[in-house]
């Protein structure tokens, strides 16, 4: 795309008149590069290496209107369903999807202290052992559609709790005495 094409599709998206547009799976490939990047290429021409793909509803429709950014972050369209891709086409993706949106799931809870308005966390999850820090727990810690707990470290890494039923009853109080 060149640049004044994307300054107008700029312009115009700005001013509401254009909003990204939903990709047929006919005018999409993608693949990826010698150098580990995935490049992909659009109906219209445009190739964009590299793609990045943005989850529109990460946790209530996760394979659903994908979007494919350049690295710039301009929004190129978006993929209605991975499921209407090629396998290796969609597995590619959802491997890109995986990597960006990497949230391990905790499955033991060490250690859980408050000091200092930070709440101090030392646990066992599916990738491994690992300690971090929370402030601001009730910007931090979000009911998810299907249950699961979001809790977003200090550094913006994810991590999923399982549902509060689920959780022991220590853990628990020491939860909702927090948030």
């Known amino acids: 795309m060149t640049s004044s094409n994307r300054d107008r599709l700029l312009q115009d998206r700005s001013q509401g008149l254009s909003q ?3 990709i047929a799976p006919h005018d999409f490939r993608c693949e990826r590069t010698p150098g580990g990047l995935v490049r992909a290429a659009l109906g219209d021409g445009i190739a964009i290496e590299p ?6 509803f990460p946790f209530s429709a996760p394979d659903e209107l994908i ?3 350049d690295s710039e972050g301009f929004e190129h ?3 209605a369903n991975l499921a209407e891709l090629p396998i290796e ?3 590619l993706i959802r491997q890109e999807l995986r990597r960006r949106y990497f949230a391990p799931r905790i499955t033991a809870i060490d ?8 709440s101090h966390w030392t646990v066992q999850t599916d990738a491994g052992s690992t300690s971090f820090e929370v ?3 009730h910007a ?22 399982p549902p509060r039923a689920e959780l022991e009853g220590r853990v628990r109080r020491q939860l909702e005495a927090m948030f």
């Open 20 to 22: 990204p547009a939903v």
């Open 51 to 56: 793609a990045e793909f943005h989850r529109t």
């Open 67 to 69: 979007s494919i950014r």
């Open 77 to 79: 369209g978006l993929l």
């Open 89 to 91: 086409t969609a597995e």
């Open 111 to 118: 250690k859980l202290k408050e000091k200092f308005g930070r």
């Open 135 to 137: 402030q601001n727990e």
């Open 140 to 161: 931090n810690l979000r009911d998810l559609p299907n249950g699961m707990l979001l809790l977003i470290d200090i550094h913006g890494n994810r991590y999923l709790l």
